[in-house]
C-alpha cells in the first residue's frame, strides 16, 4: 500500500485531479492519501470532495487522511506531493501590484520578475522545512515538487534539503499539443525534443514519422487560423529564434524585455481575450474568480449535481506515470526539473533544468542533450543568472542580492531604473515580511546539505 503526502492539498482541482489520475493504475486502489494544509476551511473542502468522488467511482479501498500537522501527514510517506502557494492570494496581490506601481506589467508573475523572486523567496523557507521532516520522518521518499516557481524552488531543495526531488510541469504537454495542432497532425505521432529551462523550454527537435518539422514550423503557425491571434509573443519569438517556446503567450511575453515595454506596439503581442494571453495581473484575477466558483461548485459536487472526476480518465501531468514507473516497472518518459550535470553543455552545472528523462523501477534518468541553440541558451542564461542570486538570498537572507537579482531580471531592467527596483524592492519586503523568516527579524537561514548518495535513483 502507498502512502502520499500531498501539502498544500488545499488547491481543490489539481489535488482531485492527482488523485484521480493515480487512480487510474489498478495497483493503486489502495492508497492511503494524506492531505495537508494549513488552510483548514480548504483541507476540509477538498477531502469531503476527494472522498465522494472516491465512493463514487467504488474506490472503497482508498484511504483520505487530512491534517493540518505536517508532520503527521510526511510520517512514512512514499511520495511527498508539493502543491503549496506560500502565502495564498493575500500575498500574490503584492507579487504583482507593487511592481505594476513602477511599470513592470506581469501578467503571471510566478516564474521571474519581482513577482517571481519573491515567491521563490517566501516558498523556499516551507520547501526546506518539508524537505527536514522528510529527513527525519521518511528518509526514503521522493519529492514531487508542482510549486512555482519551479526553477529557483527545486534549485535551493537540492542545494540544502538534503532529499530526492524532482520538479514537476506541463508546458512540455501543452506546447507539444499546440505544435500538432499548427500543422494538423496527431499529436502522438510528432516527435520532440525539449529542452531548457522551466517556462523557457525550447522543441529543438520536431519530427513526424521521420521528416524534420521544423523549416516548415513557422509557415505552420502563421497560417493556422487562430494561433497568430493567441500566440503574437510566442510566434514572434520562433520567427527570431527559429525554434518555439513551451510556454503560454503570456508567460514567455514577461521573461523577456522586448514585449511588456510601456510603449505604443506592447498590444501587438498581447492577447487580451484571455488571461494566458499576456493581460497584466490576468492570473491573479483568474485566481480570484476561480476561488468563488469552486465555492459555489462545491454543494453540488457534493449533491452530485455536478460530476466527479469519472475513474480512467487520467490527465497528462508527470506525477502518477512517475510513481507508476518507479513502483511498477512500466518505464515513462517526460519532461523534468533537474540538476544539470553537464546535460545542457551551454548551460551551468548547477542550475535547473528541463529535459527528457526516463523512469523505470530503477529510478529516473536525465537525457543528455549537448548545446542548446545560441539565442535560446543566451535567454535561458539571462533567467538562470537572476534565479542563482534569489537562491543565494533566499538561503543567506541577503536583502541587497534580492535586489540585485531583479535588477538584472530581463522585463524589469527594460522598464525600471536602479533607484526604482531598490524602492520597489524594499516596498515588497515590507508587504510580504509575514512570510519572509529570512528577512523579517526571524534570522532563518539554511547551510548547504549534500543531496543522498543515489541521487535520483530510488533507494529499494
Given at each position: 500500500m502507498l502512502k502520499i503526502a500531498m501539502i498544500g492539498a488545499g488547491s481543490i482541482g489539481f489535488t482531485r485531479r492527482l488523485i484521480m489520475d493515480l487512480m487510474a493504475v489498478p495497483e493503486f486502489r489502495d492508497t492511503e492519501f494524506r492531505l495537508m494544509d494549513i488552510n483548514a476551511e480548504n483541507l476540509e473542502m477538498v477531502t469531503n470532495l476527494s472522498r465522494h468522488m472516491l465512493e463514487v467511482n467504488g474506490l472503497d479501498r482508498v484511504t483520505i487522511h487530512s491534517t493540518t500537522n505536517q508532520r503527521e501527514a510526511i510520517k512514512d510517506a512514499d511520495y511527498v506531493i508539493c502543491l503549496a502557494r506560500v502565502g495564498g492570494l493575500e500575498a500574490y496581490r503584492h507579487d504583482i501590484e507593487i511592481p505594476l506601481k513602477y511599470g513592470v506589467e506581469q501578467c503571471v508573475g510566478d516564474t521571474l520578475g519581482p513577482g517571481g523572486v519573491f515567491f521563490a523567496l517566501r516558498t523556499i523557507p516551507v520547501l526546506l522545512d518539508i524537505a527536514r521532516d522528510m529527513r527525519e520522518l521518511a528518509p526514503n521518499a521522493l519529492l514531487l515538487n508542482y510549486s512555482n516557481p519551479m526553477a529557483m524552488n527545486t534549485w535551493a531543495v537540492r542545494r540544502a534539503g538534503g532529499v530526492r526531488v524532482v520538479g514537476l510541469c506541463h508546458g512540455v504537454q501543452h506546447g507539444h499539443e499546440q505544435i500538432a495542432e499548427a500543422f494538423g497532425?496527431?499529436?502522438?505521432?510528432?516527435?520532440?525534443?525539449?529542452?531548457?529551462?522551466?517556462?523557457?523550454?525550447?522543441?529543438?527537435?520536431?519530427?513526424?514519422?521521420?521528416?524534420?518539422?521544423?523549416?516548415?514550423?513557422?509557415?505552420?503557425?502563421?497560417?493556422?487560423?487562430?494561433?497568430?491571434?493567441?500566440?503574437?509573443?510566442?510566434?514572434?519569438?520562433?520567427?527570431?529564434?527559429?525554434?518555439?517556446?513551451?510556454?503560454?503567450?503570456?508567460?514567455?511575453?514577461?521573461?523577456?524585455?522586448?514585449?511588456?515595454?510601456?510603449?505604443?506596439?506592447?498590444?501587438?503581442?498581447?492577447?487580451?481575450?484571455?488571461?494566458?494571453?499576456?493581460?497584466?495581473?490576468?492570473?491573479?484575477?483568474?485566481?480570484?474568480?476561480?476561488?468563488?466558483d469552486y465555492k459555489a461548485m462545491y454543494p453540488k459536487w457534493l449533491n452530485g449535481e455536478l460530476e466527479s472526476i469519472p475513474l480512467g480518465q487520467r490527465s497528462e501531468e508527470h506525477g502518477s506515470y512517475i510513481i507508476e514507473a518507479l513502483e511498477t516497472g512500466r518505464p515513462y518518459r517526460g519532461n523534468f526539473n533537474i540538476e544539470n550535470r553537464g546535460m545542457i553543455t551551454n548551460l551551468p552545472d548547477g542550475s535547473t533544468i528541463e529535459i527528457p528523462c526516463y523512469v523505470d523501477r530503477h529510478g529516473i534518468a536525465p537525457t543528455w542533450i549537448g548545446d542548446l541553440p545560441l539565442a535560446c541558451a543566451a535567454t535561458c542564461r539571462a533567467s538562470i543568472s537572476v534565479q542563482e542570486m534569489a537562491v543565494e538570498a533566499a538561503l543567506t537572507g541577503n536583502r541587497e542580492l534580492v535586489k540585485q537579482a531583479i535588477l538584472h531580471d530581463p522585463l524589469t531592467a527594460a522598464i525600471c531604473g536602479t533607484e526604482q527596483v531598490w524602492s520597489m524592492v524594499d516596498e515588497m519586503f515590507?508587504?510580504?515580511?509575514?512570510?519572509?523568516?529570512?528577512?523579517?527579524?526571524?534570522?532563518?537561514?539554511?547551510?548547504?546539505?549534500?543531496?543522498?548518495?543515489?541521487?535520483?535513483?530510488?533507494?529499494?
Open positions: 497532425l496527431p499529436q502522438s505521432e510528432i516527435d520532440q525534443i525539449c529542452a531548457g529551462i522551466n517556462h523557457q523550454t525550447w522543441f529543438i527537435k520536431v519530427s513526424h514519422k521521420g521528416k524534420d518539422l521544423l523549416p516548415g514550423m513557422l509557415e505552420a503557425f502563421e497560417k493556422h487560423p487562430t494561433l497568430p491571434q493567441t500566440e503574437p509573443c510566442r510566434i514572434d519569438v520562433l520567427r527570431r529564434f527559429g525554434y518555439y517556446s513551451t510556454e503560454s503567450n503570456g508567460h514567455l511575453s514577461e521573461y523577456l524585455p522586448w514585449y511588456r515595454k510601456q510603449s505604443a506596439d506592447m498590444n501587438k503581442w498581447i492577447n487580451d481575450k484571455e488571461w494566458i494571453g499576456g493581460v497584466t495581473a490576468g492570473y491573479l484575477e483568474h485566481c480570484l474568480e476561480r476561488f468563488e515590507e508587504a510580504l515580511a509575514p512570510w519572509l523568516p529570512q528577512f523579517n527579524g526571524e534570522n532563518r537561514t539554511w547551510k548547504d546539505i549534500p543531496q543522498p548518495e543515489a541521487g535520483y535513483y530510488r533507494i529499494s
